[in-house]
């Protein structure tokens, strides 16, 4: 049996790494505002400062005074008028509303702007990564426990279970006698609660940092499916996933090729990455496990395919914990049943919280 390991944002942030959202954005504030400070904001900038403004703009914030704001770039201006009303960030979710807004007058210019976005986003989480590097940091053993521990049979699917343990049976002849191995073995495993070594592991990566790479070792390989910092060969992938979404065969049904720019769906077929985790999963059984990947929308597209794939002995959560009191395991969980079609399937194979653990002991 093998794993996958999805490794989100969360993963990064364990490592101390400010690859958040909102990291990101405050370090764009903090850009606009130095450049007007050394006189090199150029008005053609993506975010500038309206004129009445310019007497003190230190004390200006995108939060606070986004009336002060004058922006060249409009996607920009539609993450922050929605952080103003939701008081989060989700920008390839946003970028999807933005979209399904756009028509045929204004759709070169979003495509525009959001690839002027996502340069701004590549270029921080370059300074975030060299930072990160330059500190020496070593991998957290929590975490690398978590990715090398064995598979548990109480942890698997109905079907897995039956599965291993017909695999397990040798020596039978027949359907009957088969019936009967099978059976045993399986009370057996249930039993002492058997585990397996995964024989290969595979750390499928949706960052666009090398930090999955501090725990690649001889069985593990490392796929970084939304592309690598600075990488010609293997370009970042942002935008939206979710071909299931109601609203996506309408967008296709246009038949104009510009509103499908940014769906990540396409863009796979821009390197073999996705070919790869395809030939994985087909190979063998395999339990997910969830490492700081919040299993949302954007990606649903790839999530459902690995969920639901015959092959999928189970999903296991390692949650974010918030106190001692608090975490985000049923959270990851809702998100979770989203990319499920079939809810029998969701129930069966997302292993129950007594299994699960957090990512990072919570400490007081």
């Known amino acids: 049996m093998n794993k996958v390991i999805l490794i989100g944002n969360g993963f990064d942030l364990a490592h101390g790494m400010k690859t958040s959202y909102n990291d990101f954005i405050d370090d764009f504030e ?104 330059e500190k020496n940091n070593n991998s957290i053993s929590e975490i690398s426990e978590h990715i090398y521990s064995p598979i548990l049979f109480n942890e698997l699917s109905q079907d897995a279970k039956l599965s291993l343990s017909r695999k397990y049976d040798a020596w039978s002849i027949n359907e009957i006698s088969r019936k009967i191995a099978t059976e045993r073995i399986y009370g057996d495993f249930k039993k002492v609660n058997k585990s397996f070594d995964s024989e290969t592991i595979l750390l499928l990566n949706f960052n666009y940092t090398g930090t999955a790479d501090l725990y690649k070792k001889d069985k593990a390989q490392t796929i970084n499916i939304h592309g690598k910092l600075n990488d010609a060969e293997n370009p970042i992938i ?24 940014h769906f990540k769906s396409i863009n796979y077929a821009k390197t073999e990455n ?3 985790v395809l030939e ?28 639901e794939h015959d092959n999928c002995a189970s999903v296991k959560i390692y949650y974010y914990q918030k106190s001692a009191t608090q975490d985000y395991y049923l959270d990851v969980y809702k998100n979770i049943s989203r990319n499920f079609n079939s809810k029998a399937k969701l129930r069966d194979r ?11 002991s919570f400490l007081e």
Do not use: W
């Open 238 to 261: 942002f935008g939206y996933g979710d071909e299931l979404d109601s609203e996506y065969s309408v967008i296709e049904n246009m038949n104009d090729n510009r509103f499908l720019e």
């Open 274 to 276: 996705y070919k790869q």
């Open 350 to 360: 997302v292993v129950n919280k007594s299994f699960c653990k957090p990512l990072i």
């Open 30 to 133: 903090k850009e606009v505002k130095s450049k007007y400070f050394q006189r090199t904001l150029d008005y053609n900038f993506d975010v500038t400062i309206n004129s009445e403004y310019t007497f003190n703009p230190s004390n200006l914030s995108f939060k606070q005074n986004i009336e002060a704001f004058k922006f060249n770039n409009i996607f920009f201006e539609y993450v922050l008028n929605r952080f103003m009303a939701l008081n989060y960030y989700d920008l390839e979710g946003f970028f999807y509303e933005v979209l399904k807004q756009a028509d045929i007058n204004n759709i070169d210019k979003l495509n525009s702007d959001f690839y002027s976005f996502i340069n701004h986003l590549e270029k921080y989480l370059t300074k975030v990564e060299d930072e990160f590097i």
């Open 280 to 307: 994985y999963i087909d190979s063998d059984l395999f339990q997910v496990c969830i490492m700081g990947h919040s299993c949302g929308n954007t990606d649903r597209t790839l999530l459902n395919t690995i969920f």
